[in-house]
């Protein structure tokens, strides 16, 4: 067992944590970032990211994640592969204990553990994740231009995927277990004014079809749980929207969480209900999921961080 000590602990090695790390490092506050069983995040399961500002031709998820760490330690980021099995957020320093039997004691602390997206848990569904099924309209809906879709879920992101999705795909299929939709009034009004969406109700995905060289989705077979009757669509992309839940476990009983257990943070702040621990990235913003974003929330938390310590030296 080791016992580390630093003014900045970052939790998390996705865009949150690494941008976090690269702004305390350059501070000069000698971050130790402590990355997680997910090396990357959540874009290390994509291929082409488009919309990451800097690359010109699309750039996959590994390599986008390994250029952040490297840059992260080129800084002087302290990166150590381990992960926090328990906070103490109740007195400072600020502890955590990982699985490697280490001891972490933070002046500050920045959360950055992200969120996992839910899925439905078939073996097709798995197989064929990158290579046609997708959690991200946003991100990989500009592939399936003129291209037929699908959309799994009820409630408000479903909806809204399948209304996004429908400007550039031939046609959008939602697929909802029920025959009554989760999201709100307007949006349900926006789906049933669009001719390119269509709804099954009732409906089950039961497995995600596909061709195996090279892995690519063409069709859904699905189970209409009234009449028990199956059917296969054909579709070239599946986005699953059926919520997501933020890595918050650890954090359940020192700070303040939202009713979907995401970070509670000050309006246009990293700030968490505790002096001194702060929250970026996906797992404090349920709204505006993007890499991007969850950089740009990993430099303010930074900013945040330094300007504390500096008024509780
Ligand atoms: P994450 O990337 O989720 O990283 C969380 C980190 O926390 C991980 O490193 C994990 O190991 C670590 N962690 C968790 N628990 C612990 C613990 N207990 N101890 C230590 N570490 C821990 N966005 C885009 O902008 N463009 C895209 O094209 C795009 N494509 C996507 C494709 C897919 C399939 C998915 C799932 C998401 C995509 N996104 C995309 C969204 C983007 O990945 C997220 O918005 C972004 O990764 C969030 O960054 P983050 O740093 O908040 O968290
Ligand atoms: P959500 O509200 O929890 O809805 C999840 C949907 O997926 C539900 O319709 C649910 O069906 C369905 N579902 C869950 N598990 C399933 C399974 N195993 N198989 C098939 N279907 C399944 O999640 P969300 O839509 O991601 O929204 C999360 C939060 O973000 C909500 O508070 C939402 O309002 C908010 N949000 C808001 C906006 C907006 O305001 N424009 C946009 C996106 C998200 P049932 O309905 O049968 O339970």
Redesign the pocket.
């Known amino acids: 067992m080791a016992e580390y000590k630093t003014k900045v602990l970052i939790i998390g090695s996705g865009p949150a944590g690494y941008t976090a790390g690269i702004y305390a490092a350059r501070a000069g506050l000698k971050p130790i970032l402590v990355s997680g069983q997910q090396i990357g995040g959540q874009l290390t399961m994509t291929n082409d990211i488009e919309n990451f500002p800097g690359f010109e031709t699309p750039v996959s998820g590994l390599e986008l994640m390994e250029r952040m760490r490297n840059q992260a330690l080129n800084v002087g980021v302290q990166i150590i592969d381990d992960m926090i099995t328990e906070v103490d957020f109740k007195h400072k320093p600020f502890e955590c204990n990982s699985e490697n039997n280490n001891l972490y004691c933070g002046e500050s602390v920045i959360i950055a553990t992200g969120a996992s997206a839910?899925w439905?848990?078939l073996e097709s569904e798995t197989k064929f994740r990158g290579f046609g099924v997708s959690a991200c309209a946003t991100c990989d809906g500009f592939f399936y231009r003129n291209r037929d879709v699908a959309v799994?879920?009820?409630?408000?992101?479903?909806v809204?995927e399948a209304i996004y999705l429908s400007s550039f795909a031939h046609s959008v299929t939602l697929i909802?277990?029920?025959d009554s939709?989760?999201?709100?009034q307007k949006?349900q009004e926006r789906l049933q004014e669009n001719p390119k969406i269509h709804v099954e109700w009732n409906s089950?995905v039961e497995e995600v079809i596909g061709t195996e060289n090279p892995l690519s989705v063409n069709g859904l077979k699905i189970k209409n749980v009234k009449s028990d009757k199956s059917k296969i669509i054909k579709v070239d992309g599946i986005f699953i929207?059926?919520?997501?839940h933020p890595n918050t476990e650890l954090f359940k009983n020192q700070l303040e969480l939202d009713n979907?257990g995401y970070i509670i943070t000050k309006a246009g702040s990293c700030q968490t209900n505790i002096d001194g621990i702060f929250a970026a990235g996906d797992v404090q913003n349920?709204?505006f999921r993007q890499a991007v974003v969850a950089a740009g929330s990993g430099c303010i938390a930074a900013l945040e961080a330094e300007r504390y310590l500096t008024e509780n030296k």
């Open positions: 839910r439905l848990g799994i879920g009820g409630g408000n992101t479903a809204d909802h277990r029920r939709l989760r999201a709100d949006l089950v929207a059926i919520g997501h979907d349920p709204k």
